[in-house]
């Protein structure tokens, strides 16, 4: 087990140190989201009533679609000088580079949003310290790479890999998006910890079923 | 499952491998076999299904049909454990231009348990000649020092099979000179290789023996002791040009 997960974290190190070298996802994608959000902080009224009503929408619009371009870089990058072929070759079972991808994934996700929330909170004149809300967003997140991971892998072996992702991916992932926008959106209006629990409990539902069935199913994606 | 490599008959066997995309078969019953410290060339034109053989026989692809042991390991059933005994080099370096080679090693060498892996890199980057080079990021280096690592970082785990797909292609004649010098230490070192290629003179110089794919199947196998270069190359165009 301590092997499995040494492998599984030598892929995640790789990929961090490999992004930290040319930021070339996270530069990108950062920018995307902060512009998106700057745009929707300008076609709305700032009132408080409105605010409550699009927020959660906005926020996870913009993790949405900045989600989906880095996830389209996760295998393009190892496609790249044959790389895939490489760690396909290294003698792990499929599911350890599954779940390694997933966390450099999850991980990278998770510091752009770490950027972009408080962007967010200022600009829609929002209180800055919501424990909450980081819940809601560690685990919409979670469904979102576990299954994105998956999916990337499958559109980066398809010619019209940028088009591709988002067509099988966004239909897959909509329950966690919903539920992270229901919660997200009780949190923005007061909503209270037991209101919330339902939406919680589906997300933490589809990302247990999104992250088992894909690991199960990674290695027929993977190959040929 | 065999752990000791010497108990085994051959380092490489397959019968009636079959591979189809779509229902179009690009392996029609191959069988290969290739003894242990032997080197084999493979040639054949374009599409012959060179790559498709080396895909296969390094557990990237399923075949439909057939059976192959690797180091007798049966290919479908103990996948990890064949991985773990081949090195591949491919006209593709699977190298990460942005880590260094240093860092490629490293990350390779984790990936297969190498033991002592920092003298296994020392050791290895110096057979290729790059030991200089060592902390350089690979996306400056030539592609023919791409490829050297390439090597480095099959024969990293010491694996006695090493399979070598178009090795050769797209370098000039002093990296091509260069990596047959170290694929003759490859062969020298007691590995079983089997090479594939479409440069008739360069495997010719390599291999003990040679077999010509055409179109999913081999239509030719001999040793290259009975043959001469003029001989091989007749019976190659022969072979070629009676299936395409």
Redesign the interface.
């Known amino acids: 087990m301590i092997?499995y997960l040494?492998?599984v974290m030598?892929?995640f190190f790789?990929d961090l140190?490999?992004e930290f070298?040319?930021k070339a996802v996270a530069s990108s994608v950062l920018l995307f989201a902060i512009l998106v959000i700057i745009i929707f902080n300008f076609a709305f009224e700032s009132d408080s009533d409105t605010i409550g009503l699009v927020a959660p929408g906005v926020l996870w619009v913009t993790f949405t679609f900045a989600g989906v371009l880095s996830m389209n870089r996760t295998f393009v990058v190892e496609k790249?000088?044959?790389?895939l072929?490489?760690?396909?070759?290294?003698?792990?079972?499929r599911d350890v580079l599954y779940w390694g991808k997933m966390i450099s994934s999850l991980v990278l996700m998770l510091i752009i949003e770490a950027v972009v929330f408080p962007i967010f909170l200022i600009l829609f004149d929002l209180p800055l310290w919501m424990p909450r809300l980081a819940i809601v967003a560690l685990l919409g997140t979670l469904g979102f790479a576990s299954v994105g991971t998956l999916f990337s892998a499958l559109a980066a072996n398809t010619k019209a890999r940028d088009m591709a992702l988002p067509i099988i991916f966004f239909p897959v992932v909509v329950p966690v998006i919903i539920a992270a926008v229901k919660a997200t959106d009780l949190i923005l209006n007061s909503g209270t910890w037991h209101e919330m629990s339902s939406w919680l409990e589906i997300l933490i539902a589809f990302d247990v079923i999104f992250l088992v069935v894909s690991a199960l199913v990674f290695e027929f994606v993977i190959?040929? | 499952m065999s752990d000791d490599i010497n108990d085994i008959k051959y380092a490489i066997e397959a019968k009636g491998l079959s591979k189809s995309f779509g229902g179009l078969f690009a392996l029609k019953g191959i069988d290969l076999s290739i003894n242990e410290g032997e080197c084999v060339a493979l040639f054949g034109p374009n599409g012959a299904g060179k790559t498709t053989l080396i895909k296969v026989l390094t557990t990237l692809s399923r075949p439909a049909n057939g059976k192959v042991l690797i180091a007798g390991e049966d290919i479908k059933k103990n996948a990890v454990a064949v991985r773990r005994r081949i090195g591949v080099v491919s006209h593709q370096t699977f190298l990460y231009d942005n880590l260094t080679a240093y860092e490629n090693l490293k990350f390779y060498g984790k990936m297969y348990d190498v033991p002592d892996l920092e003298q296994r890199i020392v050791d290895v980057i110096t057979k290729v000649g790059l030991e200089s080079r060592l902390r350089d990021r690979v996306g400056i280096f030539s592609r023919g020092m791409q490829q050297r690592l390439s090597i480095a970082r099959a024969i990293l785990h010491d694996p006695p099979i090493m399979l070598l797909d178009e090795p050769e292609t797209g370098l000039d004649e002093q990296a091509r000179s260069t990596l047959s010098e170290l694929l003759k230490t490859l062969v020298a070192g007691n590995r079983t290789v089997l090479l594939t290629t479409h440069n008739l003179e360069w495997g010719f110089a390599l291999a003990d023996r040679l077999a010509i794919l055409v179109k999913g199947k081999i239509v030719y196998e001999d040793s290259k002791q009975s043959l001469d270069m003029t001989t091989f190359r007749e019976t190659y165009n022969r072979c070629v040009g009676a299936r395409s």
């Open positions: 092997n040494g492998k030598t892929i790789k140190l490999s070298r040319t790249e000088k044959g790389c072929e490489g760690l396909m070759l290294c003698p792990v079972s190959e040929e």
